[in-house]
């Protein structure tokens, strides 16, 4: 396994995703709010410090996997960009994650909170098809 800095441009998706959410009227708006609260992040008052925090994680992953190389990071730019889509977003939080699973840092609160909200983009998309709307509960 080979582990790398993703793009800022995946950052900053799942960002603006996660803004838009916690800023909206997604049902996923309280729970987002609250589990990045958890990890001291406001995303509604400062969106910087989420991308800034996932980027520190990447960092830390890449280090983790190669301690013997000098790796300097380039500088991270948190830019907003439109909102992607439920689908894109879990898609490039799931390339994230993935990026920074080296160590023990899948164990540390900030990934497990990312995970959990993976969990609930997952969920979200899943209880939007049809096929699950007329699937038999009971």
Do not use: G, H, W
């Given at each position: 396994m080979?582990?790398?800095?993703v793009?800022?441009?995946t950052i900053n998706k799942v960002v603006s995703y996660l803004f838009f959410t916690a800023a909206g009227d997604s049902p996923l708006r309280g729970p987002v709010d609250r589990?990045?609260?958890?990890?001291?992040?406001n995303i509604i008052s400062d969106a910087t410090d989420l991308s800034v925090a996932m980027y520190g994680l990447n960092v830390a992953?890449?280090?983790?996997?190669?301690?013997?190389?000098?790796?300097?990071p380039p500088k991270f730019v948190y830019v907003s960009?439109?909102?992607?889509?439920?689908?894109?977003?879990?898609k490039l939080l799931q390339c994230w994650l993935y990026q920074c699973n080296e160590g023990d840092i899948s164990q540390t609160d900030f990934y497990q909170t990312m995970d959990k909200i993976l969990r609930w983009i997952g969920e979200k998309i899943i209880?939007?098809?049809?096929?699950?709307?007329?699937a038999y509960w009971g």
């Open positions: 080979s582990t790398f800095l793009n800022q441009e589990a990045l609260k958890s990890v001291d992040i992953a890449v280090r983790t996997r190669y301690p013997d190389k000098s790796f300097m960009v439109s909102c992607p889509t439920d689908i894109q977003a879990y209880y939007s098809l049809p096929e699950y709307q007329k």
